[in-house]
């Protein structure tokens, strides 16, 4: 019996800076920037944001669209970059908040980007094994970056969580039908035990690490799923820029159309470990019943999960955001992210 | 190995200990409802241990009856009013000097009502800089076309002063907030000025009315109201169109507004000043958001201007 | 009282900021002020009761009931009571109990806080002992904040308006101009109470009692006769915190301790020619007056806006005069005393409340 999708959540700060802001800061070229990275704004945690709360305000929200108790939930695993400590697991604090029942699963994940997918890759095992009826997999970061670096135009915050149960459930929104991961030992992104921010390989962050990986594993899921791109009705991709998930595309032949409501980083940023999740977040709200889904995630280090799903039944919408939108200046930028 | 502190928040005395912070959970979950604010203050220096700066805290009635005080995520207190409803966050509230994290609910203001699912209807929205002319052509519309089109009333809240047609409705700052908080505003926005705030939007039941008329709602409006129209109907709801001073250069465009503004004789320097800076926003806006206008009119022959739209407005109609 | 108990000696320190005293220097000046003043010696002292709410949070010293003692060459028994700012009506209230039971016959009551060693910001995180740890504490309020979030109310169920509000601190700052002790002896207009940085909004920075050091010492007996008696000694308690209330604008304990005042002292309201109450934030004055019956819920501010044959914190109250948090309930009581010493007036009233009015200890003092 296959997994599925019951329900999914999302939480994204309100605060955004715009890429002019950061340009100005640094007397850089916005145009430039903004024409390269293709992002024009992200979004930035404010003082009482961290991973933990946005993990929470989206596991929530996907338990109330599962439309299942918080008791039922027998795992949480939350994958980030950013776990607010070292030692002591934010699925554990995720699991008691949400008022799990204490015999749980948890434990925190850590593969650079590709953290929360994992996590639906060992929340899909465990319910297939039949160890749990239903689990949580979430990925939430607050991304960090060297200020100054390329990295500070896209590194952003959000979380997005995931409640997964069996295909047979009356809520099964969105089947697992293959998932695969590709692994190797590739140093383009790392930080180190201790460092505020991380360090990234320049122009080896591409074709050796991202391209090498996403390809390898979309061609791997493609072949085990046999499956051809053009039967696929939405594409998301690991969204580090605007740039690389588009070329990616290309390579494949997947089409703007596929690619349309995952392809969520021009105005949120790269949100790391809920990057590829939130993409599929903003799918699961679109796509209608037995339309594919493919989701290709990637983490530096480096690695890459694929999914091939199939929408149950049609794609539910979340409310839209209450909240206005702050945009803020670098003054408050740098205070904000100092403090994470 | 140092980890590294975060530096917003200040060190803290005795409290914020594992064990108080364990049997503190409890309360989290009490906390998670939602609620009504019943007073509200700004403490300006909050005591040792909490992040330096001033924090907005509400007294809360929650929906069981019970009371709590917790922070308001709001990033303006002046909008707060006794009897808001607010909704539950999880926030980080404090990290003590071992790095030990205490977490605590806040409450915050939903802003605006779930866009409707159902296409409502066309509003055609003409926005654009101050004296780029916009009133000039929708009053021109009003009698080219008036059978199919009609000014929607603005609501604000500041003085009413000459030179003011009848395209405004004056409200209190407190019946502007009452009606924006019952859900009955369509849109609104703040327009900070250099004495005071004002703010502007438009009524769901002035829109609606004029529908309800088989008229298309007219607006003359700016960014912020047009985005937030855009958000509330939908995209696709919105006829919009941009109104630009003729000239090449911005410079050009920016000169062409000026002189308008002047010609017009209705405001003071100051205000003008003001004005111009917004149009310089205006003509940037028009830019960077192209995707919320189906088309930019260069407003330099006002006949041909309004037939264009004239046009465009019996097409629609017509479909 | 079963036997009637006299006020035979008072003694203060000026209450302000006292770099160079000590906790200890500070009650030694008072209790000194306090013997000098009375019939009875030092040694007629049989017990010694003390009012301290911060002792360890800001100087890291418990224990006053013994230091104080050990300021009498005799070292009588001692002890120390605390009820947060009603420290010293507490401490009052002990006394006559023990006066009353036959336990002493003569008590020195000293009152001192010293607030001016430590940080503001550490003075206002240990002020909030007053409220609820638990309940208050953790969003981060602070004393001004609490009052902050019951002027709001207020201004919202009333509409008080911020300038009626003014009148209150301006009032108290013109009383104090022929106080000696007052930290704060100068007039200022009404406009600026509104004008000065705000602390909590709508409440500003002259609204708020201050930080300050300071100590009261009085003499009761009930074997060293005076012409000032106790006529009665109340306290009541109500929830330490605002949300478990079931409203913010009104204090229960207040209402609670004046009735059984009023029915000890076996008089009317009317009778009280000079009360000193707890102005901890200028809206508590309006509060508390309406509490204590002396005006109809929303209408405190009509006895600030005009002149009272009932006179108010005639000493400047705790804005103007400062707030040692324990000391304040002591003070009170010396200078109600004074007042009708004066006027010759037959009966005056003390008010104290502790954090939110959680504790209300109010006292009436007749004269003969």
Redesign the interface.
């Known amino acids: 019996m296959k997994s599925a999708i019951l329900g999914f959540g999302l939480s994204i700060p309100s605060r955004k800076i715009k890429a002019e802001e950061i340009a100005a800061a640094w007397k850089q070229d916005a145009d430039a920037m903004i024409s390269s990275l293709g992002v024009?704004e992200k979004t930035v945690p404010d003082?009482?944001?961290?991973t933990?709360?946005l993990a929470?305000?989206a596991g929530k929200q996907a338990i109330e669209i599962a439309d299942i108790k918080p008791a039922q939930v027998s795992a949480v695993f939350v994958g980030s970059e950013s776990h607010?400590?070292?030692v002591k697991p934010t699925s554990g604090?995720v699991a008691?908040?949400l008022?799990c029942d204490p015999f749980c699963h948890c434990a925190d994940l850590e593969f650079a980007c590709k953290a929360g997918t994992a996590a639906m890759q060992i929340v899909d095992s465990m319910i297939r094994a039949k160890q749990i009826s239903h689990g949580l997999a979430i990925g939430a970061d607050c991304a960090q970056a060297k200020p100054g670096d390329a990295l500070e135009y896209t590194a952003a915050a959000g979380a997005a969580a995931f409640v997964m149960g069996t295909a047979d459930n009356k809520n099964a929104l969105c089947q697992i039908d293959q998932t695969l991961s590709f692994t190797t030992d590739t140093p383009d992104f790392w930080r180190a035990?201790?460092k505020?921010h991380p360090e990234h390989a320049g122009r080896f962050t591409g074709e050796p690490a991202y391209f090498h990986h996403v390809r390898e594993a979309t061609k791997g899921i493609l072949e085990v799923g046999k499956i051809d791109p053009k039967e696929i009705d939405h594409v998301i991709f690991h969204m580090p820029n605007a740039k690389f998930p588009n070329r990616i595309a290309k390579e494949f032949g997947f089409t703007k159309e596929q690619m349309e409501h995952g392809f969520i980083v021009p105005t949120i940023g790269n949100t790391y470990s809920a990057c590829s999740p939130l993409g599929l977040a903003h799918v699961l709200q679109e796509a209608k019943k037995d339309q594919r889904i493919l989701l290709v995630s990637y983490g530096s280090g480096a690695g890459s999960d694929a999914f091939l799903m199939t929408m149950l039944r049609d794609g539910v919408?979340l409310?839209?955001d209450?909240?206005?939108t702050?945009y803020i200046q670098y003054s408050e930028y740098q205070?904000?992210v100092?403090?994470? | 190995?140092?980890?590294?502190l975060?530096?917003?928040?200040?060190f803290s005395?005795m409290?914020n200990t594992p064990a108080a912070n364990h049997?503190?959970?409890k309360?989290?979950?009490q906390k998670m409802q939602e609620g009504t604010i019943?007073?509200?203050?700004?403490?300006?220096?909050?005591?040792?241990?909490?992040?330096v700066g001033p924090?907005v805290?509400?007294?809360i009635e929650l929906e069981d009856g019970?009371?709590?005080?917790?922070?308001l995520?709001t990033?303006d207190?002046s909008s707060l009013t006794?009897g808001m409803k607010v909704?539950p966050?999880?926030?980080?509230?404090r990290v003590n000097d071992q790095?030990l994290?205490?977490?605590?609910i806040?409450y915050?203001?939903?802003?605006?009502k779930?866009?409707k699912?159902e296409f409502p209807g066309y509003v055609l929205a003409l926005t654009g800089p101050s004296g780029v002319g916009k009133t000039t052509v929708s009053l021109l519309l009003s009698t080219t076309v008036g059978s199919y089109v009609e000014r929607v009333p603005i609501l604000t809240t500041r003085e009413p002063k000459e030179g003011d047609a009848d395209e405004y409705i004056h409200v209190s700052p407190e019946e502007f907030l009452a009606l924006k908080n019952e859900g009955k505003l369509a849109t609104s926005t703040s327009i900070p000025s250099r004495d005071e705030k004002r703010w502007y939007g438009y009524r769901t039941e002035d829109i609606e009315a004029i529908w309800e008329e088989k008229k298309i709602p007219m607006i003359i409006t700016e960014m912020n109201l047009l985005q937030g129209l855009a958000?509330h109907y939908g995209r696709r709801s919105i006829l919009s169109f941009g109104l630009m001073p003729p000239g090449k250069s911005k410079r050009q465009k920016l000169s062409a507004l000026l002189h308008r503004l002047r010609d017009r004789g209705r405001d003071t320097e100051k205000q003008i000043e003001d004005r111009m800076k917004n149009a310089e926003a205006d003509l940037e806006f028009f830019a960077?958001r192209s995707e919320l206008f189906d088309d930019l009119i260069v407003n330099d022959d006002i006949d041909s201007v309004v037939g264009q739209l004239g046009g465009l407005v019996l097409e629609r109609v017509k479909a | 009282m079963q036997s009637p108990i006299y006020l035979t000696g008072t003694g203060q320190t000026r209450f302000g900021e006292h770099w160079d005293m000590s906790i200890k220097d500070l009650m030694e000046e008072s209790i000194d002020g306090a013997i000098d003043s009375a019939d009875c010696t030092a040694l007629d002292i049989d017990m010694v009761v003390v009012a301290n709410m911060l002792g360890e949070v800001a100087s890291d010293q418990a224990h006053l009931g013994a230091m104080a003692a050990s300021l009498l060459p005799h070292h009588p028994p001692a002890l120390r009571a605390e009820a947060a700012c009603a420290s010293g009506s507490v401490a009052l209230h002990t006394a006559c109990a023990l006066l009353e039971s036959g336990k002493a016959e003569t008590v020195l009551v000293v009152g001192v806080e010293k607030m001016t060693d430590i940080?503001?910001?550490?003075i206002?995180?240990g002020l909030?002992g007053a409220a609820d740890?638990?309940?208050?504490?953790?969003?981060?309020?602070?004393f001004?904040?609490?009052f902050?979030?019951?002027?709001?109310?207020y201004m919202?169920e009333f509409n008080l308006s911020r300038e009626q509000l003014n009148h209150v601190s301006a009032r108290h700052h013109k009383n104090a101009v022929s106080n000696p002790f007052a930290q704060f002896r100068k007039e200022i207009p009404a406009e600026s109470i509104s004008t000065s940085?705000?602390?909590?909004?709508?409440?500003c920075m002259l609204d708020c009692s201050p930080i300050s050091d300071g100590a009261a010492a009085v003499i009761l007996s009930t074997k060293f006769k005076s012409p000032i008696k106790i006529a009665a000694s109340q306290l009541a308690t109500d929830t330490l915190?605002?949300?478990?209330r079931p409203t913010?604008t009104s204090f229960a304990a207040t209402k609670d301790a004046m009735t059984a005042a009023l029915e000890e002292a076996e008089i009317d309201r009317s009778d009280i020619s000079h009360i000193e109450l707890h102005d901890c934030f200028s809206i508590a004055a309006l509060i508390s007056l309406e509490d204590m019956g002396f005006a109809n819920p929303g209408e405190g501010i009509a006895l600030y806006e005009k002149e009272n044959p009932m006179t108010i914190n005639q000493s400047g109250g705790l804005k103007a005069c400062g707030h040692p948090v324990a000391a304040t309930g002591i003070k009170q009581v010396i200078d109600v005393s004074k007042q009708m010493k004066e006027s010759k007036s037959e009966y005056g009233l003390a008010h104290n409340f502790g954090g939110a009015a959680a504790t209300c200890g109010i006292h009436i003092l007749a004269y003969a």
């Open positions: 024009t003082a009482g944001e961290d933990f709360t929470f305000e607010p400590y070292a604090m008691s908040a008022e035990n201790g505020d919408k409310q839209p209450t909240r206005e702050t205070s904000l100092k403090s994470h | 190995m140092e980890l590294p975060p530096v917003a928040f200040t005395p409290r049997r503190a959970q309360n989290l979950q019943l007073s509200f203050t700004t403490v300006r220096h909050p005591p040792e241990g909490f992040p924090r805290i509400g007294l019970t009371k709590v005080t917790s922070p995520l990033s207190a006794i909704l966050k999880m926030r980080l509230s790095g994290r205490t977490y605590d806040s915050e203001i939903p802003v605006q779930p866009v699912q958000s960077k | 940080s503001a910001g550490k206002a995180a909030m740890a638990e309940k208050d504490a953790p969003s981060g309020l602070t001004p904040g609490i902050g979030l019951i002027a709001s109310r919202h940085p705000k602390v909590a909004d709508p409440l915190s605002i949300t478990d913010v």
